[in-house]
């Protein structure tokens, strides 16, 4: 095949995928949710939501019947997840159980509570448990989704709740194990990229870019080595002349970059997050975090500040809304 056949179907296909994201926007602050508590990590959740999206857009040409949209794509996440975790090793992971999309104090006080219990609970009576208590899914519906019988949902669920009850006998409530804090950075490198972006300097995060490196601009957009890059995102990044600047941190433990801005009234606000991933020479991948809405306000909460966000994908008419 000509790569100029590629080509021809590259704009159709964009086209369609703006579409799709536009239709299951309703649907994503949920399903972030339920990511999150399946996976226990605020970077881990977006990975899978995205793996969601895109295996969720790419089999819809092998359907024939019409679809609920919520369910296709808890199933996908589901399935995906359930999947993943057959081939690896179980792991301790915390899980945010936020019973609300607003939750109130007293939801908070669950939220702790239910942190440790759900870790306890197999891969499948996770998710079944999850989509039955926290998204109001029926048993007929959720054992649609993980291909399987009501009476083994019944099971599942039965089970999930013994063991809960169980262990809510022997262990005492915890507090939240999930750390984002702001630190001084150590690593030369980062610190390079950070003081380039504060000065709104393109030419020096190209240099510090290793020829071949990845830029994804998560959710949206992706570039396949530096020249795209300067081509692209910086470039139209560097032509912004609001202030903006990065500071460094942690997301679940995991090392990050926060960009920061200031709304109409002068109050600091998160509107991106960056990770970064390098040797000690070159970076090769830039994950930046522009798009991912949900992210972004998970993380403005756990940092106390407002986030400043405009949508699922980049749109000439959106207009930025701070929360």
């Known amino acids: 095949m000509e790569p100029n056949d590629l080509r021809e179907l590259q704009e159709p296909m964009t086209a369609l995928k703006q579409k799709f994201i536009f239709l299951t926007e309703e649907y994503r602050p949920a399903l972030w949710q339920y990511c999150h508590r399946l996976t226990g990590s605020a970077f881990d959740a977006e990975d899978l939501v995205q793996d969601t999206l895109l295996r969720a857009f790419a089999k819809l040409g092998y359907l024939g019947q019409a679809l609920n949209p919520k369910a296709y794509l808890f199933r996908m ?3 995906l997840w359930i999947n993943q975790n057959k081939k690896r090793m179980p792991i301790q992971i915390e899980t945010q159980m936020d019973f609300a999309d607003e939750p109130n104090e007293q939801q908070e006080d669950i939220t702790d509570l239910m942190e440790w219990l759900i870790n306890i609970l197999p891969p ?11 998204f109001d899914f029926t048993n007929k519906e959720i054992a649609e989704m ?5 009476g083994t949902i019944k099971s599942y669920l039965h089970r999930a709740r013994r063991t809960l009850a169980a262990d809510l006998k022997k262990k005492e409530k915890t507090g939240k194990t999930t750390h984002i804090a702001k630190e001084p950075v150590t690593n030369d490198l980062v610190k390079r990229y950070i003081n380039a972006f504060n000065d709104l300097n393109a030419t020096e995060i190209l240099s510090l870019l290793d020829d071949q490196a990845t ?3 998560t959710g949206d957009w992706i570039e396949l080595g530096k020249e795209q890059s300067e081509k692209f995102s910086l470039y139209y990044w560097q032509l912004d002349p609001v202030e903006k600047w990065l500071e460094f941190g942690y997301v679940d433990g995991i090392p990050a970059l926060f960009g920061m801005r200031k709304n109409a009234d002068g109050k600091v606000c998160l509107r991106e997050v960056i990770r970064l991933r390098h040797d000690e020479e070159k970076i090769y991948e830039v994950q930046w975090h522009f798009f991912t809405i949900d992210l972004i306000r998970y993380v403005a909460k756990k940092l106390g500040i407002p986030a400043m966000v405009e949508g699922y994908q980049y749109n000439e008419k959106s207009v930025i809304n701070v929360t």
Do not use: D, H
Request: charged residues 15%; proline residues 0%; aromatic residues 4%.
């Open 77 to 79: 996440a589901s399935n």
């Open 124 to 134: 499948k009576q996770r998710v079944v448990f999850l989509l039955s208590s926290s």
């Open 146 to 150: 993980i291909g399987t019988s009501e």
């Open 215 to 217: 830029t994804t601009i």
